[in-house]
């Protein structure tokens, strides 16, 4: 027969392990979400207090437009764009998760800063770089586009925490200002860049503001 205290023991080991457990899985988690993606490759051409200025090679990319407030239109986005990588596809094909998202106002006004308003937004998702546009599957969804985005150069301003528009339009803001101060000429609207999953707390995510420009 057990002592008593062997069966406490016991338990509350058990009871140890699963505290353990409980704290470890969730940070196994997060550092695969931070380690384990690809992202575009490219070469830092200056670095500023203000952005830095990278050369992007070309790259392929899956898009879709949606109309909506700035958080709020990432969800039917997301779903198209997920659906489209999981399977949803001439072939069946299912293809890994890039990073960045990248979310472009498709409203000038909207870009510069005008609010949580209605406005139409394009999102994409970013093939894997050993995939040429001839490798990608047609979507099934005629909402979803598949298409190669030429190089380019970008001024980005990298910053960390939540995903809200209040600290997206700050930083954004401040990237307009140091390009246009540096003589730069700006091409199209800034983008939105996410790099984590939505269950990496804010302050471990990362985040950009890009916007391309006239190479120097």
Partial sequence: MLHPYSVNAGLEMQRKHLIIAAVLVPTVMVALALLS????DFKV??????????????????????????????VPAFKRLVDYIQG?????????????????????????G?????????FQFVMPKEYQLSMVPKPRDDEVVVHQV???????RRYRGNWSEQRYRDNEGALVAAVEAAGLEPIGAPIFARYNAPFVPG??????????????
């Fill in 203 to 216: 302050f471990m995510r990362r985040n950009e503001v890009l916007l391309e420009v006239q190479q120097p």
């Fill in 88 to 112: 949803d596809n001439f072939g069946g094909r299912k293809m890994p998760m890039m990073a960045p998202v990248h979310q472009q106002s498709l409203t000038e006004t909207t870009a510069r």
């Fill in 37 to 40: 993606i690809d992202e575009p």
């Fill in 150 to 156: 030429p190089a380019r150069t970008l001024a980005v």
């Fill in 114 to 122: 005008a609010g949580d308003q209605q406005a139409d937004w394009l």
């Fill in 45 to 74: 051409v200056d670095k500023t207090d203000g952005y830095e200025l990278r050369r992007y090679q070309s790259i392929v990319v899956a898009e879709t437009k949606v109309r909506g407030g700035f958080e709020e239109a990432s």
